[in-house]
């Protein structure tokens, strides 16, 4: 082996255009369609629904969806698509019958799933090619199968249980009660069905109608109070992002209810430290990196939550009097003991990203929380249910 050659991945390069996905599949989908003459939003778009069909452990259409579009030079937006809570799921519910923390396998976690609306949203305002394009191929691997990749089967063996708990998830999920193994050909043939009424007619058609009928009656089959008003109040949120400065560098994050700012306040820490004195594969690199990782993850645990509903000022978090009390938690030789332990462990989340011809540019992730989400599907549309 020569000696300037590293193992590990290659670099890829590109003229035109680059995909980057957590799947093979998806990221194909993201090239053809700009091949087809859609760009980077159209392409973000078709990547994430193939990811829905193919990682249904970690995203799908009753998930999340959050983004950050850059089109045509012009500045930044964030894109919040995520879903409330049931109207009815209030205080008085909870505290009326002894709920004191809400199950996450439980119909009282699931929020109205806000994907498919900001994927509809973003379309209408900077989609070039047909909407029903961007689906047909997610709707191929759902009906007639795809092989299951290495490391979605291990999660998905790791969720057997959790799958085995809801009988309609079971029937969808598991091939004769067992998570299917690596490169077995799998189908959510209901799935392709929900996927085709998407694509052909819109938003409309999961949020009203049908499919959203299908929906709220199997939570609230369960004991859910999701209501036909809550999903047809589904709105895709567009603003201004977050901004800081990394080392000159501009950093962009979604304002909250999402969780960037805690990205702005990590490299914030990070820049305090003179990264060209310490090597790539420096034990002390990787000890400061974790401590302001959970450093930050825990100060979110503690502060951060729905704007509409939480009183706190994010630009106030960004202030140098705050970072510098952040930055005093941080000993070179000691780990912080962090109040949980688990605060940093999500590891369910897609992400992607995709840059077209003309430089334009979309930041994607879309999200059913916890791996599988609720563990609740909804009886005749495959749709597996996050629990934000």
Known sequence: MRKNHQPGRSNVLSNNAMVATSQPLS????????????????????????LSVVEPGSTGIGGD???????????????????????????????????????LLSPHSVTVPGAVDAWYEM??????????????????????????????????????????????????????NKAPKYATKFKNIKLANTLKLIG????????????????????????????EEDFYNQNTIFTDTIISDYK????????????????HLMMKLLEKFNWKDIDCLDPKRFHIQA??????????????????????????????????????????DKVYDTKNAHVTSHPETVYLTVVDENLNAVSFINSICHAFGSGICSENTGVLFQNR
């Open 27 to 50: 990221s194909q989908e993201a090239l053809n369609i700009l091949k087809m003459g859609g760009n980077a939003v159209d392409a973000a778009i078709a990547a994430s629904a193939v």
């Open 65 to 103: 969806c959050f983004a950050i579009i850059k089109m045509d030079n012009k500045k930044a937006i964030s894109v919040n698509g995520s879903g409330i809570s049931a109207y009815k799921a209030n205080l008085d519910f909870f505290k009326k019958n002894y709920i004191d923390k809400i199950d």
């Open 123 to 176: 379309h209408k305002k900077f989609g070039k090619l047909e909407f029903k394009q961007l689906f047909l191929t997610a709707e191929y691997y759902a009906r007639e199968g795809f092989p299951v990749h290495e490391i979605e089967a291990y999660h998905w063996k790791q969720n057997e249980e959790k799958l085995l708990k809801n009988k309609i998830t079971k029937d969808v999920f598991l091939i004769n």
């Open 200 to 227: 052909e007619n819109g938003s409309k058609s999961f949020y009203q109608g049908d499919l959203a009928k299908d929906m709220i009656q199997s939570l609230n089959n369960l004991g859910g109070l999701h209501t």
């Open 248 to 263: 000159n560098y501009n950093i962009h994050q979604c304002p909250p209810n999402g969780p960037g700012i805690v990205v």
């Open 291 to 332: 401590e302001v990782t959970k450093i930050c993850f825990e100060l979110k645990e503690t502060i951060l939550g729905d704007p509409n509903f939480s009183d706190f000022n994010v630009d106030s978090l960004l202030k140098e009097n705050v970072i510098e009390k952040l930055y005093n938690k941080i000993n070179l």
